[in-house]
């Protein structure tokens, strides 16, 4: 398992139909090794702090795996023919991660690099920015269907990361999975 890209953002005004929000979802990846302390990546910026950062969703983690899956609805929906790059950090994560899912682990692991530790605290809930960072309206839906949610992490020793850092999961309680956890919410928000 290794660390394939490292993302940060900063928040920035965004067209929502008729509207102009403030997003920071948009994330750029950094060359450098990125200083994590306990509410998260260094240069990052989390605009609603009522759904996204905080102690227990400092860091946003996805699998590199489920890009395929968008890069192809983005193609359906015509949208590589105008924008053909879609890089890692596109989805909104601080880390693009290759060797694990939302299936294979759990509430309370903890990912251990080189040089902090990160505990796996809650799945991620999309909400509507995310269809405007996709950029097409049923994003939001295709998440819920897929379960390509990628999960938040709580920063348990405080260090840095970089692309290409190795690391290994160390167990928790094992008591449920973050694809499980994911599906029990989306249930209770749908009714």
């Given at each position: 398992?290794?660390v394939?890209?490292?993302?940060?953002?900063?928040?920035?005004?965004?067209?929502?139909?008729?509207?102009?929000?403030?997003?920071?979802?948009?994330?750029?990846?950094r060359?450098?090794?990125?200083?994590?302390?306990?509410?998260?990546?260094?240069?990052?910026?989390q605009?609603?702090?009522t759904?996204?950062?905080?102690?227990?969703?400092?860091?946003?983690?996805?699998?590199?795996?489920?890009?395929a899956?968008?890069?192809?609805?983005?193609?359906?929906?015509?949208?590589?023919?105008?924008?053909?790059?879609?890089?890692?950090?596109?989805?909104?994560?601080?880390?693009?991660?290759?060797?694990?899912?939302?299936?294979?682990?759990?509430?309370?692991?903890?990912?251990?690099?080189p040089?902090?530790?990160?505990?796996?605290?809650?799945?991620?809930?999309?909400?509507?920015k995310?269809?405007?960072?996709?950029?097409?309206?049923?994003?939001?839906?295709?998440m819920?269907?897929?379960?390509?949610?990628?999960?938040?992490?709580?920063?348990e020793?405080?260090?840095?990361?970089?692309?290409?850092?190795?690391?290994?999961?160390?167990?928790?309680?094992r008591?449920?999975?973050?694809?499980?956890?994911?599906?029990?919410k989306?249930?209770?928000?749908?009714?």
């Amino acid at each position: 398992m290794r660390v394939c890209s490292v993302q940060t953002g900063k928040a920035r005004k965004v067209a929502l139909g008729e509207r102009t929000i403030v997003t920071a979802i948009h994330k750029s990846p950094r060359p450098d090794r990125v200083a994590v302390a306990a509410l998260g990546l260094d240069g990052d910026v989390q605009v609603d702090l009522t759904v996204h950062g905080g102690l227990e969703k400092a860091v946003y983690a996805y699998p590199a795996a489920h890009y395929a899956f968008w890069k192809a609805l983005r193609a359906e929906a015509g949208l590589d023919a105008i924008d053909a790059d879609f890089p890692y950090g596109s989805v909104g994560e601080n880390l693009t991660l290759h060797g694990v899912l939302e299936t294979q682990v759990w509430i309370g692991d903890r990912l251990v690099f080189p040089d902090c530790v990160l505990r796996i605290t809650q799945p991620r809930e999309p909400c509507f920015k995310f269809n405007a960072a996709m950029g097409f309206n049923t994003a939001v839906r295709k998440m819920v269907q897929s379960g390509y949610c990628g999960f938040y992490l709580a920063v348990e020793k405080p260090g840095s990361v970089a692309a290409d850092d190795v690391f290994t999961i160390l167990p928790g309680a094992r008591q449920t999975l973050v694809s499980d956890q994911f599906q029990t919410k989306i249930r209770k928000r749908l009714g």
